[in-house]
């Protein structure tokens, strides 16, 4: 038996199998978009809840004060500039001109992020939509400075979280906290509505230690283009624009990137994963040792209460 095909086997139990030796593809989704339970009382108005379900995303504006996003625009400097974080294995640098990309795990490592990521105005939402208590899974501090930040090319989250997490079924989303002007030309993010209805099935196969190498540039893992297109031209491409203090809430499942930034304004963004606690992750779904705990929370398993 030809050895992708052994490998493609070692995971027979696997709802969404990728990177494991069978021809890329898109499948169906096997799991409910929003979770929540019509009878408790929602923080999101019906149609609200309508567009998440079908276009896979919300932007919410204004959602926290200005006083508030001062302290938090103070606090990323602080960590951007704190000698002690620049060499820790949370930050990574952007490739070639060493300028702070991201640092991971802000919720653990700052106080200001650590009460941002448990506000009931971000966890009410995710534990309605999840139907579950949660828990962090990643955070993040994405900088994407001027003149230099690089693009993410486009991607679901998912597809790495279960195949390199072991996060078992799309039970999470992410929550993004602009914290500086999230224009068209900076970079922001993009989206490709209704593409987390289906999951897309990548090629090749995870590599020793991957997280070095698709923390700066994802290029394993990545849909292939003739299935980007089909769903370009189903759903359209959005670029969520955003003033600084407001929350884009996207799908754990749904397609996105963003380009490089070479405007003076930096695109700068706090992310938290929410993950249902039923969704805990468990061994990745790839012949690869499980990642490090500042990219995937897997020791601290705890609900926010
Ligand atoms: O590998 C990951 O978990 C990270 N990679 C990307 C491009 N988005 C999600 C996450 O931050
Ligand atoms: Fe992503």
Redesign the pocket.
């Known amino acids: 038996m030809k050895q992708s095909a052994i490998r493609a086997n070692e995971f027979t139990d696997d709802p969404y199998p990728s990177r494991n030796g069978i021809p890329p593809a898109i499948i169906e989704r096997k799991d409910p978009v929003v979770y929540g339970a019509n009878s408790t009382a929602s923080p999101l108005t019906q149609t609200q809840l309508e567009q998440y379900r079908e276009q896979g995303f919300l932007v919410l504006e204004n959602l926290f004060r200005d006083n508030e996003i001062a302290a938090l625009q103070q606090e990323m400097v602080k960590l951007r500039t704190d000698p002690q974080l620049h060499n820790a294995e949370e930050t990574i640098t952007e490739a070639g001109n060493g300028e702070v990309r991201?640092i991971f795990r802000v919720h653990a490592l700052s106080g200001v992020f650590s009460k941002l990521s448990a506000d009931e105005r971000l966890t009410g939402i995710a534990r309605y939509l999840l139907d579950d208590q949660v828990y962090i899974h990643?955070s993040?501090l994405n900088y994407k400075p001027g003149f230099r930040g690089k693009e993410?090319?486009w991607?679901s989250?998912f597809e790495?979280?279960h195949v390199?997490?072991g996060m078992p079924r799309m039970r999470a989303l992410?929550m993004l906290i602009t914290l500086t002007e999230n224009y068209a030309c900076n970079g922001s993010l993009m989206l490709i509505p209704q593409s987390h209805h289906q999951y897309v099935v990548c090629d090749g196969e995870t590599p020793e230690n991957h997280?070095k190498a698709?923390?700066k540039k994802?290029e394993i893992g990545t849909p292939e283009d003739k299935f980007l297109e089909q769903l370009v031209n189903r759903g359209g491409i959005i670029t969520a624009t955003a003033k600084p203090g407001s929350v884009i809430l996207f799908d754990c499942n749904l397609i996105h990137g963003s380009n490089s930034n070479i405007t003076p304004h930096p695109r700068s963004n706090v992310?938290f994963?929410y993950n249902a606690i039923s969704n805990a992750v468990t061994e990745p779904f790839c012949n690869r040792p499980p990642?490090p705990e500042y990219?995937?929370t897997r020791r601290n398993i705890r609900p926010i209460d």
């Open positions: 991201t990643q993040r993410f090319y991607h989250d790495t979280w390199e997490d992410s997280f698709s923390l994802q992310f994963v990642r990219i995937c």
